[in-house]
């Protein structure tokens, strides 16, 4: 595979790519790597990269209410 190497990046961008990075939890050099993809419209090269999306945007049990059944507790025979 080829590598790219960018010089003179303003601070503010860096600093912008690692928190992205950080919310993400990847190294900043797959954020490097999602972004150029996505800017080129290449987002396909790596489907499990959908994967990981969807499987991030699943709500926690925090955030999801589930209605509790009312016929409990019931008796258990064994």
Sequence with gaps: MAQLLVRNIEDAVVKKLRGQAAEQ??????AHRRLLRTVLGDSAAHPQDNLVAY???IPTDDEVE?????????????
């Design 66 to 78: 589930f209605e509790r059944a009312k016929d409990l507790p019931r008796e258990v025979t064994l």
């Design 55 to 57: 499987l991030r945007s």
């Design 25 to 30: 939890g990847i190294s900043v050099e797959e």
